[in-house]
């Protein structure tokens, strides 16, 4: 069973440019989370999908992101225009969702480190 | 709205010794109510979660936490603390009413010395 995988690792990127993270969820795991970590805070909440429906949306969500997850697999994060502020590390996780048989933990990965110059 | 406070940035504990990190929690429904930690360079690991049933619960490398519903708390503990327990520590809760965001404390770094 392979854990949740994220890439790139680490991106660098200049103010202005877009820049897209892939997240591969565990293969059975049915929902998928976008989070955003700064330095020295506690993730915050992004983004949830369930299979391709994206049901929930945090205020932290400007429409400069975007987030896709089109065959309830693997789903992409992109944000446009970069800015500074955006510098952070970016955290995907999964569940699983089966009716009443919910396992609550999600999984993390091990994140895309974002520095925006 | 649903908030973690985790009053200490650091915990410094001798090897051997008990260790508590301390979380509570703000959430208008059902608590749920999950322990992470997270290690240098790696993301962050699941180690125990309270959904319902017995107050105490326990997890990984045996870590255990005691939800006390009046207190609004959700403390982690274990009986004896290990130096490969260093790491940063995380409280998170999710309102089991309402949506599946989790919303995480500030962080708690354990320092376990020799």
């Known amino acids: 069973d392979t854990g949740v995988s994220q890439d790139p690792r680490h991106k660098i990127t200049k103010r202005g440019q877009n820049v897209t993270f892939r997240c591969d969820p565990i293969s059975e795991h049915n929902r998928l989370y976008w989070y955003r970590q700064t330095l020295g805070q506690g993730p915050e909440f992004l983004t949830y999908f369930q299979n391709e429906a994206q049901l929930e949306k945090s205020r932290l969500l400007s429409d400069r992101f975007s987030a896709e997850r089109p065959k309830g697999s693997f789903s992409t994060l992109e944000i446009q225009r970069t800015e500074q502020g955006d510098s952070a590390m970016y955290l995907c996780a999964s569940s699983s969702w089966r009716g009443l048989a919910e396992s609550y933990e999600q999984y993390f990965g091990p994140g895309t480190r974002l520095t925006v110059t | 709205a649903q908030s973690v406070a985790q009053p200490e940035d650091q915990v410094n504990v001798a090897e051997g010794n008990p260790l508590t990190v301390k979380c509570t929690y703000s959430v208008s429904g059902n608590p749920y109510l999950f322990w992470y930690v997270q290690y240098p360079n790696r993301g962050l690991q699941f180690l125990l979660k309270?959904?319902?049933?017995?107050?105490l619960v326990k997890g990984s490398y045996g870590f255990e936490a005691e939800f006390n519903k009046s207190q609004t708390s959700f403390h982690l503990k274990k009986p004896s603390a290990l130096v490969s327990d260093s790491a940063l520590y995380f409280c998170?809760?999710?309102?089991?009413?309402?949506?599946?965001?989790?919303?995480f404390g500030g962080g708690t770094r354990l320092m376990v010395k020799p």
């Open positions: 998170a809760v999710r309102d089991g009413n309402a949506g599946n965001m989790l919303t």
């Open positions: 309270y959904i319902t049933g017995d107050n």
